[in-house]
C-alpha cells in the first residue's frame, strides 16, 4: 500500500480556543488514538490537502515533534456551512494488528454483458477490508470478465488472500444493466427467431 508522509507538531493546549487558532494560522488540529496514549497535535493544511482530498488510501508516516508513528486516516470533520476541513482522527497501526480500511475497487476485463451490448455499473466503489497493514492493498481487484448481461458481482463472490471482507455478502460490487439499444436488438432478434 502507498505510504503517505506528514509531519505534526504537538499541541501545548486543547480546546476550542486553541483549534480556532490554529485554524487562523491554517493548521488543522489532530488526534491519534490507538496507541498508549492519545497524542493531540496539528498538521499544516497544505500538504494534508492532498491525504484527504484524494482517491487513492494511505498508510500514513506521520513525524510528529521528530517521533514517527504508522497511522490512518480514521475521521474527518468539516464545517457545516463552508465544508472547510476542522479536525482530523488518526488511528495509530501496529504491524502485528489488523486494521480495517474502505478500499477502493478496480474493476478489470471486458464484460461478456458490455460485448452484448449492456453497461457495466460500478455500484460499490469501495469495499471495507480488514488484513494486516503489510497485506492491505490500495486496490481491490474485481475481474468482471465473465459478467453477463443483467448479472451482478457481489462481495461473497470475490475473494482476496490474507483480506477478510467486512460488507454483507449480498452487498452489489458491479453490474451489467441492458440498455435500450440492447433491449432493442433482442426484441428485433426475437421477432426475426419468431417470423423464420
Known amino acids: 500500500m502507498k505510504t503517505f508522509e506528514l509531519k505534526g507538531e504537538l ?3 486543547t480546546g476550542k480556543v486553541d483549534s480556532k487558532q490554529l485554524r487562523r494560522e491554517d493548521k488543522i488540529p ?3 488514538y490507538g496507541g498508549k496514549e492519545n497524542i493531540h497535535f496539528s498538521v499544516e493544511l ?3 490537502k492532498k491525504l484527504v482530498y484524494s482517491h487513492n488510501v494511505y498508510l500514513v508516516d506521520l513525524d510528529i515533534d521528530g517521533k514517527k508513528h504508522k497511522a490512518i486516516l480514521k475521521d474527518l ?6 465544508d472547510v476541513l ?4 488518526f488511528l495509530e497501526i501496529f504491524e ?3 486494521i480495517e480500511m474502505n478500499i477502493p475497487v478496480e474493476l478489470q476485463g471486458l464484460s461478456s454483458g458490455v460485448k452484448a451490448g ?3 455499473l460500478t455500484i460499490n466503489r469501495k469495499i471495507k477490508a480488514r488484513a494486516l497493514p503489510k497485506y492491505m492493498p490500495d486496490t481491490l481487484i474485481v475481474d468482471v470478465t465473465n459478467l453477463a448481461l443483467g448479472k451482478t458481482i457481489k462481495v461473497g463472490d470475490v475473494a482476496y488472500d490474507n483480506i477478510e471482507l467486512l460488507n454483507v455478502k449480498n452487498t452489489v460490487i458491479a453490474a451489467v444493466k441492458l440498455t435500450r439499444a440492447a433491449k432493442g436488438a433482442a ?4 421477432g426475426a427467431t419468431a417470423a423464420s
Not at 86 to 89: F, P
Not at 187 to 190: L, R, V
Open 46 to 48: 497544505k500538504p494534508v
Open 30 to 32: 489532530c488526534v491519534m
Open 96 to 98: 502485528d494488528k489488523a
Open 118 to 120: 449492456g453497461k457495466l
Open 11 to 13: 499541541r501545548k493546549a
Open 86 to 89: 476542522t479536525h482530523i482522527d
Open 187 to 190: 426484441t428485433t432478434e426475437a
Open 77 to 82: 470533520q468539516f464545517h457545516v456551512v463552508t
